[in-house]
């Protein structure tokens, strides 16, 4: 398997544009997670998904960012308008519940955001 | 609700000498607890992970983790840390009573080994 997938791997785009990040999770996995990563905060946890589900989006900033799964192979995240302190390391990672609820989660590369 | 702390910002070990990164956590339930390892323009890498039975866990590259249910602790260790063993180190726990939906992770370690 290729592992989690993501694209583009570097995204620069001027403030007031839309944002679409993509991610491919490893096939047969059953939870897609979406984090962001800075410097002041850390790793953040945005928003999961279960079978396709969106379970807790709690951590979604505001309204302009919002995530979909149409199917079990495809996610995006999408920040519109992109303002910037969007500006972080986006990470998708999924895990699959087979063998128990205590398996790891596989990360992508991440993406790269830059907000002029 | 979980937490995890990771009360250093930085560890600096000499290459050849034992290496710990310190976590503790918090969770009303059983825990999961995992480490992870981030090498620059990389995404997280697992490393070990502790659910049950052996206090000791041992990983990847030569890393091992000792669960202290008393002292709510996973502190990672090497026996000899290698320059190549510098990177960010998350550690991360799930509550294993809630159906271990959701994984909180610490602010990340940066373990810098010096040659």
């Known amino acids: 398997d290729a592992g989690v997938i993501q694209s583009p791997r570097h995204e620069v785009t001027e403030m007031g544009q839309e944002v679409t990040l993509r991610c491919k999770p490893i096939?047969?996995?059953?939870?897609l997670f979406w984090y962001r990563q800075t410097m002041m905060r850390g790793l953040e946890l945005l928003i999961y998904?279960?079978?396709?589900?969106?379970?807790?989006d709690s951590g979604m900033p505001e309204d302009r960012f919002s995530a979909k799964m149409p199917n079990a192979s495809f996610s995006t995240l999408k920040i519109q308008p992109s303002e910037p302190r969007d500006s972080a390391v986006y990470f998708c990672?999924?895990?699959?519940?087979?063998?128990?609820?205590?398996?790891?989660?596989?990360f992508g590369p991440g993406t790269r955001l830059t907000v002029l | 609700a979980q937490s995890v702390a990771q009360p250093e910002d930085q560890v600096n070990v000499a290459e050849g000498n034992p290496l710990t990164v310190k976590c503790t956590y918090s969770?009303?339930?059983?825990?999961?607890l995992f480490w992870y390892v981030q090498y620059p323009n990389r995404g997280l890498q697992f490393l070990l992970k502790?659910?049950?039975?052996?206090?000791l866990v041992k990983g990847s590259y030569g890393f091992e983790a000792e669960f202290n249910k008393s002292q709510t602790s996973f502190h990672l260790k090497k026996p000899s840390a290698l320059v190549s063993d510098s990177a960010l180190y998350f550690c991360a726990v799930r509550d294993g009573n809630t159906g271990g939906f959701k994984t909180i992770f610490g602010a990340g370690t940066r373990l810098f080994v010096k040659a």
């Open positions: 096939s047969g996995h059953d939870y």
């Open positions: 990672a999924s895990r699959t519940v087979a063998g128990g609820y205590y398996n790891e989660q596989f």
């Open positions: 998904f279960n079978n396709n589900v969106p379970i807790d």
């Open positions: 969770v009303s339930g059983n825990p999961y």
């Open positions: 502790y659910i049950t039975g052996d206090n």
